[in-house]
């Protein structure tokens, strides 16, 4: 069997051991010298660039007489009259075929009903467009353009308006 012991109890006045060790409250040397060389470097910098540069004396003004500028000289050249009697010659080609005509794609659906959607969106916008099926699709088409201008200018009408992915092709 193992043996308990007791420890005896202190007696009044005794000083107890603890394992801790108390620590010195001296004074903090090192945290006030750090604090002291910190305010030195700061206030150094201050003062450097606050200072104002050194006062230069002026020096004695002198008045100036207004001197008299020379007569501005007339320009030499007579482009300007020889370009009234001039013509300009421009070669302009003249193109036989027309070019294609563009088309605007806005949405490809499996069902009409979609397609249809997508129309009346597209005719609160104020512009025309058409059904039109291929297969087993049902594509929404805004056209023919005669220029490319005109139908990025509309599509760029319905990309306000949210609906977006149209694309511009040559019709076909």
């Not at 409250?25 to 030195?40: M, R, T």
């Not at 004396?57 to 030499?76: C, N």
Request: charged letters at 30%; a positive charge; proline letters at 7%.
């Amino acid at each position: 069997m193992a043996r308990v012991t007791r420890r005896k109890p202190a007696k009044r006045g005794a000083k107890r051991n603890n394992k801790r060790k108390q620590s010195k409250q001296g004074f903090p040397y090192i945290a006030c010298f750090v604090a002291l060389l910190l305010i030195a470097f700061i206030s150094y910098f201050v003062f450097a660039v606050e200072k104002p540069p050194a006062k230069i004396k002026p020096k004695k003004s002198t008045v100036k007489t207004e001197e008299v500028l020379p007569e501005m000289p007339q320009p030499e050249w007579d482009y300007v009259d020889i370009l009234k009697t001039k013509e300009v010659k421009v070669d302009i080609p003249v193109d036989t075929k027309p070019s294609k005509p563009y088309q605007m794609q806005c949405g490809s659906f499996r069902h009409q009903d979609d397609a249809e959607s997508l129309k009346a969106k597209i005719a609160f916008q104020g512009l025309t467009s058409m059904v039109k099926k291929t297969g087993n699709w049902y594509r929404v088409i805004l056209g023919p353009y005669d220029r490319k201008r005109l139908a990025e200018k509309q599509r760029h009408k319905l990309q306000r308006a949210k609906i977006h992915g149209c694309q511009i092709w040559f019709w076909r």
